[in-house]
């Protein structure tokens, strides 16, 4: 979901959240894992350390199959889902329980700059503070 939607409540945001974070996790795992099997195995063992990432992707399929490129992907399988998922659903839950529109304000003809008018500036006095923030929707700042 953008953050330039109509937000449900924050419990079903986290929730969503916490789905694609999962997704997120084990995808990024499922495709990055074989690199990194081929990087660990041209670092440290023998017989692959002489040849480059293409000798050894294909030296390991040869070998132990497709199988061989994903040994060992368990830990980082659950560690990611688990990582990833509580990052977007903790992110997306207190985005939108923060939410509101208190003090904002949008400035005509700018395409999206807003204003938050009315916080104390250093000297104490309401009005003399305005923030201006450009609104991309890549955060709670915005």
Not at 25 to 53: L, N, R, W, Y
Not at 103 to 122: A, F, H, I
Request: positive net charge.
């Amino acid at each position: 979901m953008t953050h330039n939607e109509d937000r449900s409540h924050w419990f079903k945001e986290g929730m969503i959240g916490l789905g694609v974070g999962v997704l997120y996790g084990t995808t990024s795992v499922c495709v990055g894992h074989p690199f990194d099997t081929i990087k660990t195995k041209m670092q440290a063992q023998t017989g692959f350390e002489k040849g480059g990432m293409a000798q050894t992707f294909l030296k390991t399929i040869r070998t132990q199959g497709v199988i061989g490129l994903y040994r060992g992907c368990i830990p980082p399988l659950w560690g990611s889902g688990i990582y990833r998922s509580t990052q977007f659903a903790v992110f997306e839950a207190i985005y939108t329980y923060m939410d509101n529109n208190f003090g904002k304000t949008e400035l005509p003809l700018t395409g999206g700059l807003q204003t938050s008018e009315g916080k104390p500036s250093k000297h104490g006095h309401s009005g003399d503070y305005i923030q201006v923030s450009v609104s991309h929707g890549c955060g709670p700042w915005v």
